[in-house]
């Protein structure tokens, strides 16, 4: 049902410029065919993804031509955004007759320039590597003996046709050399089928750090061959949680929870207060969590009781632009990128803004793909 909405999404917006766009300009009928022609091809990325890659998000397509359809697609979407928001303004400006003929090639020429360079812009900061950036934590509670301790977190990796292994390379060098104590997964690893894209994923069993890997499944893990990826991570050494606990050094608890679309694979429904139940000794308390939030009463019937020091998170791609993310905060109980106090059961909730892209949204803007590192530091009484 999603993917035929997202098919058919994308004409409406080629129908808006065409109407918000082309129509206005007054342009030759030749030429109006020829730009109705173009914004077909823009808009048919997911059909045509569908149709000869065999999945409307995960195509099976050469790299830089999942890049390309990208970028015609998202720019198709910034035309027709900025034809609906500077459409009066043009207009008012020709009844004024203020340079007419500048206006006329600025709405002609400019507009599809802006549009077509931002999505350039964009694409581009969703496919370069992630950096390391590092954040230091303060909590009140904090055994001294883990003050100071490394925790780097990797999430929405996304690793697919368009988003390849020398890119998964990239980020596990770059996390390896942070030197964390810890390193946590939260999710989204990759998008396809494990025999296909599993090479693209495969350098993550190099990542190395002194207390170990652990990971937790993120909705992308049940959309995509689920049983077949389980197989695999298990056959490199990842360790996933599923409503269970850890514990890598004394005094320390990390408990992770599968995500709520694991009734795909007959999993058990996520419950932290399951998983937090052998975590009774005064243990400072990690949450792994691929979404940054869940309605527990929902889920299992009741509300998430368990109190957690640190809670990890990912899922919504850091909102992916500005506008956008009061969009996805919506879905996401308001939590969209970075670190909140006090967010529900979690005295710190961080929200990774993911180390990849995926096919259907591919651009960011203002919010670069990242690794975490977060320092744990012990609060100064």
């Known amino acids: 049902m999603i993917k035929t909405i997202f098919t058919v999404i994308p004409f409406v917006f080629a129908a808006l410029v065409f109407a918000a766009f082309v129509v206005p300009a007054k342009v030759r009928v030749r030429v109006q065919a020829i730009m109705a022609m173009f914004l077909l091809f823009c808009s048919s990325k997911f059909l045509c993804f569908s149709a000869f890659g065999g999945d409307a998000f995960a195509p099976e397509l050469p790299e830089r031509m999942i890049w390309f359809w990208g970028w015609a697609y998202s720019g198709m979407c910034f035309l027709a955004?900025?034809?609906?928001?500077?459409?009066?303004?043009?207009?008012?400006?020709?009844?004024?007759?203020?340079?007419?003929?500048?206006?006329?090639w600025l709405w002609l020429a400019g507009l599809p320039a802006l549009s077509w360079t931002l999505s350039a812009v964009g694409?581009?900061?969703?496919?370069?590597?992630?950096?390391?950036?590092?954040?230091?934590?303060?909590?009140?509670?904090?055994?001294?003996?883990?003050?100071g301790y490394r925790v780097l977190q990797i999430s929405d990796i996304h690793a697919s046709a368009s988003a390849r292994r020398w890119r998964t390379k990239a980020i596990v060098d770059?996390?390896?050399?942070?030197?964390?104590?810890?390193?946590?997964?939260?999710?989204?690893?990759?998008?396809?089928?494990?025999?296909?894209?599993?090479?693209?994923?495969?350098?993550?069993?190099?990542?190395?750090?002194?207390?170990?890997?652990y990971a937790v499944t993120g909705n992308h893990e049940y959309y995509f061959d689920t049983f077949g990826w389980m197989a695999f991570y298990d056959s490199i050494g990842i360790k996933f949680l599923v409503n269970e606990c850890v514990f890598p050094r004394p005094g320390l608890a990390v408990a992770g929870v599968n995500d709520l679309v694991c009734e795909r694979a007959w999993e058990p429904l996520p419950d932290p207060d399951a998983a937090?139940?052998?975590?009774t000794n005064g243990e400072f308390r990690i949450l792994l969590q691929h979404r940054p939030y869940m309605k527990y009463e929902h889920i299992v019937g009741r509300e998430m009781k368990e109190h957690v020091d640190f809670q990890l998170s990912g899922h919504s791609h850091g909102g992916i632009c500005p506008v956008a993310d009061r969009l996805i905060a919506m879905f996401n109980g308001g939590y969209v990128r970075g670190l909140y106090r006090n967010a529900g059961n979690a005295e710190v909730l961080c929200v990774s803004p993911g180390a990849g892209q995926w096919a259907g949204f591919p651009v960011r803007f203002f919010n670069d793909p990242e690794i975490t590192l977060y320092i744990l530091r012990r609060k100064a009484k």
């Open 276 to 279: 937090l139940a052998s975590a």
């Open 81 to 104: 955004a900025f034809s609906v928001v500077l459409g009066p303004v043009r207009r008012f400006l020709e009844r004024r007759s203020v340079a007419p003929r500048t206006v006329r």
């Open 174 to 213: 770059a996390a390896n050399a942070a030197g964390a104590d810890m390193i946590c997964l939260t999710g989204d690893n990759a998008d396809g089928l494990s025999q296909v894209r599993k090479y693209d994923i495969e350098p993550i069993r190099n990542l190395k750090a002194r207390d170990g890997v």
């Open 123 to 147: 694409v581009w900061n969703g496919v370069k590597p992630p950096e390391v950036h590092t954040v230091e934590v303060e909590f009140e509670n904090l055994p001294e003996s883990l003050d």
